[in-house]
């Protein structure tokens, strides 16, 4: 079956860039049949969706990440990658991939349900 | 955005008691409501799609409800492993956004 494993470093000093990477196995990327996510989780401010991509490269952010957020895919790889820059101590975060199906566009919104989802990781900004 | 609140914020249950737990939106989502479950430690699971349809491996004792702003997530029996924090989820509009969270513990 799918299964997603986030990977990137654990803590990222202010104000650098948060990097991390979303490796898919057991599935295609490129089979066109899914979007592909970010999600982070505050332990105060809860869940929070980042931004969506689909294997053509297109992509969707959460417009309070402030252009900030950029999701990249590398279908050779069958990953797909985070970019978060200028970040501050309210990153901090888990931070996990998800697969997103059962979806459709809807006056330009993607409705879908995250149903695949990694393992999580873990990121601390901090100097 | 659209708000999602969930009532209520935490709830102790028996193994084999009925659960409710309930969502609401600040505005009308049709039935864009998902539901995940979240054991200590874990990544969110995916419960209940389209307000409504059990997702594929999900045990038939949870059922979801609801349309307009109104939702619920019912267990019908908990068993052990239900003993974990639910969220909703509404994507009817761009961003998605998430609930707060219902905590079911152990009575």
């Known amino acids: 079956q799918v299964q997603l494993q986030e990977s990137g470093p654990g803590l990222v000093k202010p104000p650098q860039t948060l990097s991390l990477t979303c490796t898919v196995s057991?599935?295609?990327?490129?089979?066109?049949?899914?979007?592909w996510s970010w999600v982070r989780q505050h332990p105060e401010t809860g869940l929070e969706w980042i931004g969506y991509?689909?294997?053509?490269?297109?992509?969707y952010y959460n417009p309070s990440l402030k252009s900030r957020a950029t999701i990249s895919v590398d279908t050779s790889k069958n990953q797909f990658s985070l970019n978060l820059s200028s970040v501050t101590a309210a990153d901090t975060a888990v931070y996990y991939c998800t697969r997103v199906s059962s979806w459709a566009i809807v006056r330009g919104v993607i409705k879908g349900a995250f149903d695949i989802w990694g393992q999580g990781t873990t990121v601390t900004v901090s100097s | 955005d659209i708000q999602m609140t969930q009532s209520p914020s935490s709830l102790s249950a028996s193994v084999g008691d009925r659960v409710t737990i309930t969502c609401r939106s600040s505005q009308s989502i049709s039935t864009s409501l998902n539901w995940y479950r979240q054991r200590p430690g874990k990544a969110p699971s995916l419960v209940i799609y389209s307000a409504s349809i059990l997702e594929s491996g999900v045990p038939s004792r949870f059922s979801g409800s609801g349309s307009g702003t109104d939702f619920s997530l019912t267990i019908s029996s908990v068993q052990p492993e239900d003993f974990a924090t639910y969220f909703c989820?509404?994507?009817?509009?761009?961003?998605?956004?998430f609930g707060p969270g219902t905590k079911v513990d152990i009575k």
């Open positions: 991509m689909f294997h053509t490269g297109s992509t």
């Open positions: 989820q509404q994507t009817d509009s761009t961003p998605p956004t």
């Open positions: 057991g599935g295609s990327i490129s089979s066109g049949g899914h979007y």
